[in-house]
């Protein structure tokens, strides 16, 4: 008798990294935001999270059974959906907000085109860009006073930001979140831990998040003082609205972000100019939703254009050249 | 004969699930997104097109020998033009405040891709009592794709179904999501609709090769 | 003594190299039947100069070969020429002709072996060429391309430096390793030969930074020599490929292929192929053995033998205390490139390095799931390829599309299928792929 010998292509050896524990890195990295947004704004944002959470797990399983695919929400990749959207919401929205976005970011965007790795935008961001457009009153006036919890609907700082290039919130306001906005977005202490724990991690790519933050600082210390050049908060526009999150958690995500490195520092770049031209000249207060959104539609293009030099590049440049030399003489 | 009367009323009915002009062929999207925020719009651009595409078919079939082949396409356009005239001054006439709101999307039934589809490929080929069967089919299906995007667009996107002063129900019960209005929401409409719609027909074609392969084991 | 760190993609793959590096290399022993295809190496197979029923002798020729890229082939042991027929070849993955020779297990020498030479100085430069064509030498790294079609580079392309390949940065296996510490000094007199031979003055020897005893032993045997210099660099997978090795110590990028390195001054060697030259110069036997690692949690005594060509696997696991428990997936080399074998009656060929056994666990396959296009692969691709998108289109059978991602210059050595978090079967498509290409140009030149 033989044993039965397993035959298959090599190499015979894969590495100990998986989907799921990339997905649990991304999990374990919003864990502080999430905590932060709690902290800040009361038990209503733990609400609205669990109810996000829940609704988008819930919605990958019933679409996943009523079309009999195998049930896939073990791989966190539902979670995390949920936990974005979640952290891009005003803390005091009514609880049906999440759970009908993270409903539409799971059923429409993401398993109608495929599932896991064939939506072509962001999930949880356009699940955002479609509650700003269905309920445009509670995505932009449900706020609450962090630490009060009273119940806001003025306007966010960054709107007052964006019109006169100061804030008068203090740095240390700031990085804490002690402001208002979005139950995630605010607190950019906890945002920066996730965020360096995946760079560590090797999750994300820290181009990414580099090319956003520094062309949305650099643009607005150009432009962002109305009037004069070279005088703007660049520092305060970093941490005003979502850039943060939305820099270092929507934009990094895999499936929707260009496959080389300098690819992903071009989409970094792209939806920092995106965002800045929407805060100074647009008509909306915050653009980073659509400015992800925008890149997320443009990577199939910077995957096709921006590839890495391949080994022995040099060999063949030579030759064009000597080619093009030999024509024109 | 009797096959002609079997396509006669296949003709018809074709138009509803085969080649449903929206769902299965996906032509005419311009009026379908644009259109389609009411059950009311949706009703009388429907009944527009139901008209012009009848009427198109029916002269387009009766001429057919006569139009030389290439400048066909021209003479469409004219046996289209005509009935888009009478059909915007009629409206302009007695339904001002539905013109109002439909405007341009009359004028351009000219252009509507539907009925030129209808006339090069089924009118200019067939009898005109085919053509006129084929023309009323498509447009009531046309007209009913309309109305059911209609419908589900203005509930979601105002809480209410209103036919002129009536409205159901009469408070919404929800609070209404106002890109159900915009165009995104009419594309998402569409989408699903479409899907469903594809989903039920494979289901139903799926089940009819079944039985039959069943029969043919038996006997 | 130069220091490399610097990475050009790879992975950091578990080395896994210390089951087997602290045992001696031994000799395997003469097995009950021996199997020697007469395709061994990369070019034509070599055609047989004995009959069936024929005695022969240790390091009696075999088979001649035929043609420039081709290489002999010598009997092993002293016995009888059982039959010629066509075995099952591990590497090339179907029937191939074989001598089969059943040895008498006297291992008697061939009396016409020509003598001794004591030193490199009493050797001509021209007679290494012939020698190494004479005793059937091929790069014992793996890809087994006859030595001495590399020690005759062409005219028009001036060779400056000569790269001794010790990195050896396939996991478990421990085969060069092994030779480094104990026989430096043959391998260093075998890598002068070569460089003597196709008149190269500049010699690096390159080896990964895992092996310090190798780096120490070396460092010695060289010393009595002039022109040679030594390259450790840090390990990381895929160091030894030639391509690589080329690119991390000289700086240099081979041409895409049909690029050579000849195409950039460079030779590369295996020390297993800098051995077996020393052994034929010095003793003058043929290539007839080779030092195998036997490796793997699924054997019980991880070894390193000097097995003979043509030894059944299971003869050497045997050797090296059987399984342990019920072996799942059985190598030939190392677990990143080597093939996997369906029966244990195949023979070790010029080419192998390694038996590796993986147990059951260690065999059994992960779930693949949808790629989510993290670019992990292209982060670790040596050759700066996109597997991917390449790997994607040739799975839908989109062979032109996959060939504009230069699929091609794929060297498969896997660095991409063992980083990718979905556990997708890459360089599984991208062969088919490539293979489907090979198949397509051959079609054409032929029309």
């Known amino acids: 008798m033989e044993n039965r010998l397993l035959i298959t292509s090599s190499p015979h050896i894969k590495s100990t990294r998986t989907v799921q524990g990339i997905m649990l890195d991304v999990v374990i990295a919003l864990i502080p935001a999430a905590i932060a947004g709690v902290v800040l ?18 919605s990958e399983a019933v679409y996943q059974i009523a079309v009999k695919r195998e049930v896939t929400i073990n791989d966190f990749s539902a979670v995390i959906t949920g936990l974005l959207l979640a952290l891009t919401l005003p803390p005091n929205v009514p609880v049906w907000i999440p759970v ?35 309920w445009p009153l509670h995505m932009t006036q449900d706020w609450l006073n962090p630490r009060a919890y009273d119940a806001v609907t003025s306007a966010t700082p960054l709107v007052a930001f964006n019109s006169t290039g100061q804030t008068a919130l203090t740095f240390k306001q700031l990085f804490l979140g002690q402001r208002l906005g979005s139950l995630g977005e605010t607190c950019i202490l906890a945002l920066l831990i996730g965020g360096l724990y995946l760079i560590v991690r090797d999750v994300i790519d820290y181009r990414i998040p580099l090319g956003y933050l520094g062309t949305l600082a650099i643009g607005t210390w150009v432009f962002g003082k109305p009037g004069a050049f070279f005088q703007g908060d660049g520092l305060s526009a970093m941490l005003l609205g979502g850039a943060f999150i939305g820099s270092f958690f929507m934009a990094t995500d895999y499936v929707t972000s260009p496959v080389t490195p300098r690819g992903r520092l071009y989409m970094g770049i792209g939806a920092g100019i995106i965002t800045l031209i929407i805060r100074l000249w647009g008509g909306y207060p915050e653009g980073v939703t659509y400015a992800i959104l925008f890149m997320n539609l443009v990577t199939p293009l910077i995957d096709r254009y921006v590839v890495p030099r391949y080994y022995g590049y040099g060999h063949d440049e030579m030759a064009r050249r000597k080619a093009a030399g030999g024509e024109t003489r | 004969m009797n096959k002609s009367k079997v396509s006669l009323g296949y003709d018809f009915v074709k138009g509803f699930i085969d080649e449903n002009p929206t769902f299965k062929l996906a032509i005419g999207m311009c009026p379908t997104l644009a259109v389609t925020t009411s059950v009311i719009n949706g009703f009388w651009m429907g009944v527009s097109v139901v008209f012009v595409l009848a009427f198109s078919n029916v002269f387009v079939s009766a001429l057919r020998k006569v139009i030389p082949d290439e400048i066909r396409i021209p003479v469409f356009v004219i046996f289209i033009a005509t009935p888009v005239v009478i059909v915007e001054l009629l409206m302009r006439a007695y339904l001002p405040a539905i013109y109002d709101i439909l405007g341009i999307f009359v004028p351009l039934i000219v252009v509507n891709c539907l009925i030129i589809h209808r006339a090069e490929a089924f009118a200019y080929r067939q009898p005109v009592i085919n053509s006129l069967m084929d023309g009323l089919g498509s447009g009531m299906a046309f007209t009913i794709n309309l109305m059911v995007i209609g419908a589900i667009r203005e509930f979601l996107g105002t809480g209410q179904i209103a036919f002129g002063s009536v409205a159901f129900p009469e408070v919404p019960l929800f609070e209404p999501a106002a890109v159900m209005l915009t165009p995104p929401g009419g594309f998402i409409t569409l989408g699903v609709l479409m899907a469903l719609l594809n989903i039920a027909v494979a289901r139903v074609n799926k089940r009819k090769k079944a039985g039959s392969d069943i029969g043919y084991g038996n006997c | 003594m130069i220091t490399i760190k610097k990475m050009f993609g790879g992975v950091a793959v578990p080395h896994k190299k210390g089951l087997s590096e602290k045992s001696p290399v031994e000799f395997a022993g003469i097995p009950g039947e021996l199997v020697l295809f007469l395709s061994q190496h990369i070019g034509a197979p070599s055609v047989s100069t004995v009959k069936p029923k024929d005695a022969v002798k240790r390091g009696q020729v075999l088979a001649e070969p035929r043609g420039f890229v081709s290489a002999a082939l010598h009997a092993p042991t002293s016995g009888v020429v059982k039959a010629i027929e066509p075995r099952f070849h591990p590497v090339q993955a179907r029937m191939s002709e074989a001598i089969i020779v059943e040895p008498d297990g006297k291992h008697e020498l061939f009396e016409q072996l020509s003598p001794a030479v004591s030193g490199l100085d009493s050797i001509s430069a021209e007679r290494i060429k012939a020698l190494a064509r004479e005793i059937g030498l091929v790069g014992l790294g793996g890809a087994a391309f006859p030595t001495a079609v590399k020690l005759a580079p062409p005219e028009d392309k001036p060779i400056d430096t000569y790269l001794l390949n010790g990195a050896e940065c396939e996991p478990y296996i421990t085969a060069d390793h092994r030779l480094m510490l104990e026989e430096a000094g043959k391998v260093i007199f075998g890598f002068k030969a070569s460089m003597k031979a196709s008149g190269v003055k500049r010699g690096i020897i390159c080896i990964e930074d895992n092996k310090p005893d190798a780096i120490e032993s070396m460092k010695e045997a060289m010393s009595a020599y002039d022109g040679l210099e030594l390259a450790v660099l840090s390990a990381r997978y895929p160091r030894g490929g030639e391509k690589q090795l080329i690119q991390a110590v000289l700086g240099r990028e081979v041409p895409p292929p049909p690029g050579l390195p000849f195409d950039v001054g460079v030779i590369v060697s295996n020390v297993g192929t800098a051995y077996a030259l020393a052994d034929a110069i010095l003793t003058g036997l043929p290539l007839v053995e080779r030092v195998v690692s036997v490796t793997g949690e699924g054997v019980a005594n991880p ?16 050797k090296a205390g059987g399984f342990t428990g019920t072996p799942g997936k059985v190598v030939m080399g190392g677990p990143m490139m080597g093939p996997a074998v369906k029966s244990l009656d195949v023979p070790v060929v010029k080419g192998t390095s390694g038996i590796l056994v993986l147990t059951k666990e260690q065999a059994a396959q992960e779930p693949v799931l949808p790629c989510i296009r993290c670019g992990k692969c292209i982060d670790v691709c040596p050759m700066g390829l996109q597997p991917v998108w390449m790997s994607a289109y040739a799975e839908r059978g989109l062979i032109e599309e996959a060939e504009g991602y230069r699929v091609m210059d794929c060297c498969e050595c896997g660095a991409c299928t063992f980083t990718c978090p979905a556990k997708r079967p890459l360089v599984q498509w991208i062969r088919m792929a490539k293979a489907e290409i090979s198949s397509r140009r051959n079609a054409q030149r032929k029309s």
């Open chain 1, 100 to 134: 009908i976005g993270s409903a539409f970011a799971i059923v429409i965007v993401k398993q109608v085109f495929g599932g896991l790795g064939a939506n072509f935008v962001n999930p949880a961001l356009a699940a955002r860009a479609f509650l700003l457009a269905a």
């Open chain 3, 303 to 318: 070894s390193n033998f000097r097995a003979l060509i043509g030894t059944p696997v299971s003869y050497l696991i045997e």
């Open chain 1, 41 to 58: 704004f009361g038990f209503r944002s733990l609400l609205v999270i669990l109810a996000s959470v829940a609704s988008a797990v819930a």
